[in-house]
């Protein structure tokens, strides 16, 4: 398609306080969009959205809360009055062996990615129906190939993946287009976080050229932009991540073959390994939640 300009488009983008999401509000500003910003770390989103070139706001919200969502949308469209775009980038992850993972932290990686991605659809449907407007799912490389370490991200992406292309297929007669961003590991909180560990920042680097590279984050939120500019249904974050699609069919076998002798090498060090969420974006869940049980 061609692009849409982005001047007087209202952009929501979750996850909005650190990483993908900040630098992506921060673009989509800078081009003249009006952005939302959305997550769980209020002070934060504040700072990002006085710092923005445009008109924009923000909203405390979980994401996997439906209520609170749908409270969001019906704000940001009494705000702004439209929602043309939504990107749907909040997202948690933990590593770690899964007979070991703790099951609490497991289980939230899917709440967040894969469940919260879906609450933010149902929110936002309604209003990007009215605007003929772009959902944009922000998915990763662990969509298309699986890895030893990661159960619970992985699962969550491939979910999400599938999820967002079946509801492309369900909303197009209405006029919203639905997106999936690829992403490989790109320099993040959560992909610093991740490296924290030397068991998986050693796999990590053990992987075959180019998917054992960490990326810079501002190239990879600058093909997203393009991509949201040309309501895509498919973005990469990484040129090398097109390629992926056609082989994606052959990769959980190999990496079940090769997945094993990795982990026999590395099985005297996993005991003990941290189970819980990583990075700065997964302490802040992890303490929104611990206050709200409060």
């Not at 006085?50 to 409270?71: G, I, N």
């Not at 810079?216 to 040309?230: H, S």
Request: net charge positive; glycine share 10%.
């Amino acid at each position: 398609m061609s692009k849409v300009s982005l001047e007087g488009q209202v952009a929501v983008v979750t996850g909005a306080a650190r990483g993908v999401g900040e630098l992506l509000a921060r673009k989509l500003s800078a081009r003249g969009a009006k952005v939302a910003l959305v997550g769980l770390e209020e002070e934060a989103l504040k700072e990002v959205s006085e710092r923005l070139h445009s008109e924009s706001a923000h909203w405390y919200a979980d994401v996997t809360d439906h209520e609170a969502m749908s409270r969001v949308a019906q704000e940001v469209k009494d705000r702004f009055g439209k929602v043309d775009i939504v990107v749907a980038n909040a997202g948690v992850a933990s590593g770690g062996p899964f007979a070991d993972s703790d099951p609490q932290a497991w289980r939230r990686v899917i709440e967040v990615n894969l469940i919260g991605s879906a609450v933010t659809a149902r929110a936002f449907l309604p209003v990007l129906t009215e605007s003929r407007g772009y959902l944009l799912q922000i998915a990763s490389l662990a969509a298309m190939t699986p890895a030893p370490m990661m159960t619970a991200y992985c699962a969550s992406k491939s979910g999400v993946e599938a999820y967002a292309h079946s509801l492309r297929a369900e909303v197009g007669h209405q006029g919203v287009r639905v997106g999936v961003a690829y992403l490989s590991w790109t320099d993040t909180d959560m992909v610093r976080g991740a490296d924290q560990d030397d068991v998986m920042r050693e796999l990590r680097q053990r992987l075959p050229w180019p998917s054992n590279k960490t990326y810079p984050l501002g190239p990879a939120v600058d093909r997203i932009v393009a991509g949201i500019e040309r309501r895509s249904a498919h973005v990469y974050g990484q040129w090398w991540l097109r390629g992926m699609q056609g082989v994606r069919g052959y990769l959980p076998a190999l990496i079940g073959t090769v997945g094993q002798r990795e982990m026999r090498r590395f099985a005297p060090r996993l005991h003990g390994m941290s189970s819980g969420l990583v990075g700065a974006g997964g302490a802040a869940d992890e303490e929104a939640r611990a206050t709200h049980r409060n």
